[in-house]
């Protein structure tokens, strides 16, 4: 199993719409997740760290269910700029990378 | 506040021939830095790790080495390029152990 599994996608939705991706992870002792958003041909940027349950930013919001070793990211109202892929981190030790979630909203 | 700088940005360089990456973090002490490689519409591949000065743990077995002769720089080697070397190299600086890093702007390596 993958340390960190994420559903690459494409996501693809119209502007306005809710969207929710999931991320797994292996190692039942990590305590700290990311979230990173990467536009094409660029570095990733840091979006939501998820240290506990969950975290919020404005129409971004990320849980964590240890239980089940997932981490989900939520994205309401959606906007044309919400494409990019999205990365899934997980932070224990070393910082691990999913292979990305690719979100595409269209008008 | 802490900024990280990478070059070049972009680099073409024929098969067999050497490398080197620079990657420098200011505004900080003590950072660990990490290289990875992302192939085209791949996702990040951690390549190299490293907690302090001379200390480098290699994740995967290649042709790439890396270095840390300062606490602030992060140098990727490579002897002789391969074509399955091209990709984009992004180096990443984080504060304390278990928290976020930050990128920097990477380079486009294409060996022809």
């Known amino acids: 199993r993958k340390e960190v599994e994420q559903d690459p996608g494409p996501f693809n939705v119209p502007e306005g719409a809710t969207v929710a991706f999931n991320c797994t992870y292996s190692n039942s002792a990590s305590q700290s997740f990311f979230w990173y958003r990467q536009d094409c041909r660029k570095e990733p940027k840091l979006l939501m760290s998820v240290y506990s349950s969950g975290n919020e930013d404005g129409r971004f919001t990320a849980q964590l269910n240890r239980a089940s070793q997932y981490i989900s990211l939520l994205i309401r109202d959606s906007k044309l700029s919400d494409s990019a892929t999205y990365l899934c981190?997980?932070?224990?030790?070393?910082?691990?990378f999913g292979a990305g979630t690719r979100l595409a909203v269209h008008p | 506040s802490q900024t990280i700088h990478q070059w070049p940005a972009t680099l073409v360089q024929p098969v067999g021939s050497p490398l080197s990456l620079e990657c420098t973090v200011e505004g900080t002490s003590n950072p660990n830095l990490y290289w990875y490689r992302q192939a085209a519409g791949r996702g990040l591949q951690l390549l190299f790790y490293s907690v302090g000065i001379g200390q480098i743990s290699s994740e995967v077995p290649q042709n790439l080495s890396a270095s840390r002769p300062q606490d602030r720089q992060f140098i990727l080697s490579s002897k002789k390029l391969l074509l399955s070397d091209s990709g984009f190299y992004l180096c990443?600086?984080?504060?304390?152990?278990?928290?976020?890093?930050?990128f920097g702007q990477g380079t486009r390596l294409t060996v022809v």
């Open positions: 981190v997980n932070g224990y030790n070393k910082l691990i």
């Open positions: 990443a600086w984080q504060g304390v152990r278990d928290t976020e890093a930050f």
